[in-house]
């Protein structure tokens, strides 16, 4: 299969848009419900796509528009995912040039993470895991957040030289079974943002509680943004998909070592290192997915 990347560079004039629409702001100088796909971002990213459409053979055709013209309104009509931010660099935060964080990705997808299902999936960008100065929790919460998101999971670090601690991480089979699961093609949501009031946008602090479906159960994921340790809860009246069924008892398990952590009624109580993620999947006291 052929993978082909169509950038959003050097635009000749009489193809830049009308209107535009910045996402490092959610500003946009439309009209009201206008029609994005009728942009001239989206025609000349049809075009290729009808081009590749001819093609006999099967093609990977991945739209870096970096989520200007609101691709993600149009991106699966066109291709298989889309860029939804500008391009990642190995920091926790911060910004350098036109590159970004971890923190201010997954602040924006804090509110844009639902565009995304089977066959078109919104692109966070390639994975920085193993690269710079990114601590082993950041590298662990780079990550699970990318697998939650189910983004592309691209790795960008030399092979020839990974660790065995990176590897581990990027070879953790339920994290990746959650981010390909054969039956819910949708991302996790973020259900309470924990650091901030539900709905902030924060470059440092996103949403740090998010929840999600598959095969194997309800998996809740918890993201320290803060500079230390804490202890994060799973209150299970709080997770959709638990809500109606919050008194109950849960087999809570660890998807980071595979272990069973034991059953736990109302909430499930963990200490999390500075910037590193829990990831927990929660099912029947028997182990059943169905909840």
């Known amino acids: 299969m052929a993978d082909i990347k169509y950038d959003n560079c050097n635009v000749p004039s009489n193809w830049?848009?009308?209107?535009?629409?910045?996402?490092?702001?959610l500003t946009s100088t439309a009209p009201p419900n206008y029609d994005w796909s009728t942009s001239?971002?989206?025609?000349?990213?049809?075009?290729?796509?009808?081009?590749?459409?001819?093609?006999?053979r099967t093609i990977q055709y991945s739209l870096c528009a970096w989520g200007h013209a609101h691709v993600?309104?149009?991106g699966n009509a066109t291709g298989h995912s889309w860029r939804m931010w500008g391009d990642i660099m190995p920091a926790w935060a911060g910004k350098e040039q036109w590159s970004w964080g971890l923190m201010p990705i997954i602040n924006q997808a804090s509110f844009l993470w639902?565009?995304?299902?089977?066959?078109?999936?919104?692109?966070?960008?390639?994975?920085?895991v193993g690269n710079g100065n990114l601590t082993l929790e950041e590298n662990r919460s780079h990550?699970?957040?990318?697998?939650?998101?189910?983004?592309?999971?691209?790795?960008?670090?030399?092979?020839?030289?990974?660790?065995?601690?990176?590897?581990?991480?990027?070879s953790n089979r339920e994290l990746i079974d959650f981010n390909q699961d054969p039956v819910y093609g949708a991302s996790a949501m973020p259900y309470k943002w924990g650091f901030n009031p539900d709905e902030t946008?924060?470059?440092?602090?996103?949403?740090e509680y998010w929840t999600g479906s598959s095969v194997?159960?309800?998996h809740v994921f918890l993201l320290n943004t803060q500079d230390r340790g804490v202890v994060m809860s799973a209150v299970f009246a709080e997770i959709p998909g638990l809500?109606?069924?919050?008194d109950e008892e849960y087999l809570v398990h660890d998807m980071w070592s595979g272990r069973d952590l034991g059953t736990f009624k109302d909430r499930f109580d963990i200490e999390v290192k500075e910037h590193d993620t829990a990831a927990l999947r929660i099912t029947t006291v028997d182990g059943e997915s169905k909840l």
């Open 16 to 25: 830049t848009d009308e209107h535009e629409y910045t996402p490092e702001g």
């Open 40 to 56: 001239n971002t989206a025609k000349r990213y049809k075009s290729m796509g009808d081009a590749l459409q001819k093609q006999d």
């Open 72 to 74: 993600e309104q149009w």
């Open 114 to 128: 639902n565009w995304t299902n089977f066959w078109g999936h919104s692109d966070w960008d390639m994975l920085e």
């Open 143 to 170: 990550f699970a957040m990318w697998c939650a998101l189910k983004s592309p999971l691209i790795i960008g670090t030399r092979l020839d030289a990974i660790t065995e601690p990176i590897l581990s991480i990027l």
């Open 201 to 207: 946008s924060d470059l440092i602090h996103p949403a």
């Open 216 to 218: 194997k159960g309800i």
């Open 243 to 246: 809500k109606t069924l919050a």
